[in-house]
């Protein structure tokens, strides 16, 4: 039984560091083209290329996205990989001009075979060079054939045979799948001429499921459904063949060099018709041409610079993340102890990757949470600082007197507070930039942690449903199904899960130590039932605190009143005070006793002297109760209460439906039927669709959704 990862697999997601697996995102690329091409002066009218620039022009743009992903990453030795299928032509040649670049950018070559090495050999004109670029690429996968039938091997192998030549496209067609499915960014070195109507596994096939989505029927116009997986990068290389023929190139200021475009959901939209177009050589034109490296498109940047990004917080924050990884495991699973018993070796890999992201996203929730909260309580100390002095810095001056805390800007008392509220426009100035640059600055950095905890945040939840879904016995990959909505925007999400998956082998009963049927109850009891129960008691604290918060806003009402009419009722004291020290003069002046000439003034005094020490206790208040009313609305804020109750409903139902099959005793016997299985797993890719998607609509709200102008 399988207990490990094979050596290949673990040094491309694992980085040993300080005697911690540390886990590492890989970025993916893939390959796809033709097998021949025309060279110079081969047909008239088109241009053509030796075998040499062919290569020269891919290892230029190769070269530039290896070292954008490098920068990206920082010290992080993470691993750029290409897929290819090691085909004839386009395949064996982007492969050796991947393993010819520097060992620094750390290009690793992973060949995607479209069905075992033997077979696929047969079908390979320089069997000598396939042989030598297997051995030097880094990891090899074959795919699984469609039919294990003894037959169907032997109808494979018949290569000279024209009648089997569809039974190995439709294999090629299942690499194109694969291609595009796990890779952010696809090369084609391809003629720009669409076939895939009749030749179901070739270039332009692939190009199809890249473009508009892993299906094998989309149409063009389906704006509503419209699933692009990620950008093309095209080299346009013209064959010598009647459909080239037919089709001229258009004419390009260089001919001699050869012609890149860029291609992602925004350049495919016809603003004419209003639908997405598929790019032919219709729209090869030097107006698309690339000028620049593609590296340099906005869509890839942003990819490689997030995905980096998760790799330089995973391995920089390492030792502080290290005390709370067996907390994070243990919350994953409910506390269970036998957990480990309901996992293979993928899986634990997976685990180990969830337990980082879960910690970082928490880390940085903090960070967030105590910039809020140093910066009101240093609001609240300055604000209880100023109190002292305007309340009580004229009582150490003055003595005690009827001066109140409003009473120097009227009478210009040589005073701290005199001097803020009585200086030059300029110097109000000054002060005011030096205070909006300090709440901006704050600001700033309150966001940039926001941004990242809500981004590992949903990477997290990616993963725990990817791991459910693989103890379940799945093979989906959860980056294929978030909502169409959202496929821009999570286009780093999806590829930073599509380049775990490509290395995960997919899940085989002889590599768990539980049964399905075990296993599916654990999925039951602990994911579906134990995120109900997390929801429903945030909802319920969520529910108490906003009852609390409310509470708060009504005192929060009652100090601004207060504060509103402090200056009012300190005038009217003041005033009272003179009305009677004017009184007790007339007095004095009619030769009274001395006793009764100071009756009236200290009642007077002793009233004005408590409402400024009410009125600083006031001052005091404020940041207090700010600082808890702001503090329950960041922790819970009613977003976050909302999502929880639409939560609610789907996995309560899940769980409704997952239950009477759970308990049937032969629950094995009828596992072992595909279709039992795929009823089963239904449910569970239905509730995993909503949680990822609900996940990233929570993260679209409150993070870096771009805003862009309609067409």
């Not at 021949?36 to 190769?62: C, D, N």
């Amino acid at each position: 039984m399988k207990n490990t990862l094979p050596p290949e697999i673990e040094s491309l997601c694992i980085q040993k560091l300080d005697g911690q697996n540390v886990p590492i995102w890989p970025y993916v690329a893939a390959v796809t083209g033709h097998r021949s091409f025309a060279r110079p002066g081969e047909v008239e009218g088109l241009p053509g290329y030796e075998r040499e620039t062919i290569k020269k022009a891919f290892q230029h743009e190769l070269e530039q996205m290896a070292r954008q992903w490098k920068k990206a990453c920082g010290s992080v030795n993470a691993p750029f990989i290409l897929l290819t299928g090691l085909a004839d032509g386009a395949d064996q040649l982007t492969a050796e001009a991947a393993l010819e670049l520097p060992e620094e950018l750390n290009v690793k070559l992973a060949a995607i075979l479209p069905m075992e090495k033997d077979l696929f050999r047969l079908t390979v004109s320089d069997k000598k060079r396939f042989d030598s670029l297997l051995e030097r690429a880094y990891v090899t996968f074959a795919l699984p054939l469609l039919d294990d039938s003894p037959e169907y091997r032997s109808q494979l192998a018949d290569v000279d045979n024209p009648d089997t030549e569809p039974l190995r496209q439709m294999q090629y067609k299942e690499l194109g799948k694969f291609l595009a499915l796990h890779s952010h960014v696809l090369f084609a070195l391809w003629d720009g001429i669409d076939v895939s109507e009749n030749l179901v596994g070739g270039t332009s096939t692939t190009l199809h499921f890249k473009l508009e989505g892993n299906t094998d029927k989309q149409s063009q116009s389906d704006i509503l459904t419209y699933t692009s997986v990620g950008p093309v990068v095209q080299f346009l290389l013209p064959r010598k063949n009647e459909e080239n023929l037919k089709e001229p190139i258009a004419e390009l200021e260089n001919p001699e060099e050869i012609a890149v475009f860029y291609w992602s959901k925004h350049d495919l939209w016809d603003k004419k018709n209003k639908r997405y177009f598929f790019p032919s050589r219709k729209q090869m034109t030097e107006e698309n041409r690339c000028k620049t490296s593609v590296s340099l498109k906005p869509e890839l940047v942003d990819t490689l610079m997030r995905i980096g990004d998760l790799n330089q917080q995973s391995t920089t924050n390492s030792q502080q993340l290290q005390k709370g990884l067996p907390q994070s495991r243990k919350y994953l699973f409910e506390e269970r102890s036998d957990a480990e018993e309901f996992c293979d070796a993928e899986t634990e890999a997976l685990i180990n990757h969830y337990i980082y992201a879960d910690k970082l996203a928490e880390m940085f929730k903090i960070r967030m949470e105590e910039i809020v909260k140093y910066f009101l309580l240093g609001a609240g100390l300055f604000l209880f600082s100023s109190s002292l002095l305007s309340s009580f810095w004229e009582i150490r001056q003055n003595g005690w007197g009827a001066d109140t805390a409003f009473s120097f800007a009227s009478r210009g008392k040589d005073t701290w507070c005199n001097m803020l509220f009585s200086m030059p426009l300029t110097t109000s100035l000054y002060w005011a930039s030096i205070f909006l640059f300090t709440v901006f600055y704050i600001r700033a950095i309150w966001k940039k942690n926001r941004v990242r905890f809500y981004r590992f945040r949903a990477v997290a939840e990616a993963l725990r449903v990817q791991i459910f879904w693989r103890i379940a016995g799945m093979n989906d990959c959860v980056s294929g199904y978030y909502r169409t909505h959202q496929l821009p925007e999570t286009e780093w999400l999806r590829a930073a899960i599509n380049g775990l998956d490509v290395l995960m082998e997919k899940p085989y009963e002889m590599n768990f130590h539980k049964s399905r049927a075990e296993r599916l109850a654990f999925v039951h009891d602990v994911w579906i039932n134990g995120q109900l129960k997390f929801f429903q008691n945030r909802l319920a604290k969520g529910l108490k605190a906003k009852t609390n918060t409310n509470f708060e806003y009504a005192k929060m009402i009652i100090w601004v009143i207060l504060i509103i009419a402090y200056p009012f009722i300190s005038t009217w004291l003041d005033n009272l005070y003179h009305l009677c020290d004017a009184s007790n003069q007339s007095v004095a002046a009619l030769n009274l006793s001395e006793p009764a000439i100071n009756q009236g003034s200290p009642c007077i005094h002793l009233l004005a002297e408590c409402c400024q020490v009410i009125y600083g206790i006031l001052l005091v208040w404020v940041p207090i109760h700010g600082l808890k009313l702001l503090w329950e609305s960041i922790k819970k804020p009613q977003s976050e209460l909302n999502r929880y109750k639409q939560m609610l409903f789907p996995y309560d139902r899940a769980i409704l439906l997952l239950k009477p099959e759970l308990e049937k005793e032969n629950l094995n016997e009828l596992l072992k039927s595909e279709e039992n299985r795929r009823k089963l797993h239904t449910i569970l890719r239905q509730l995993g669709t909503e949680a990822v998607s609900e996940n990233a609509s929570w993260y679209l709200s409150l993070e870096e959704r771009k805003l862009n102008m309609p067409y």
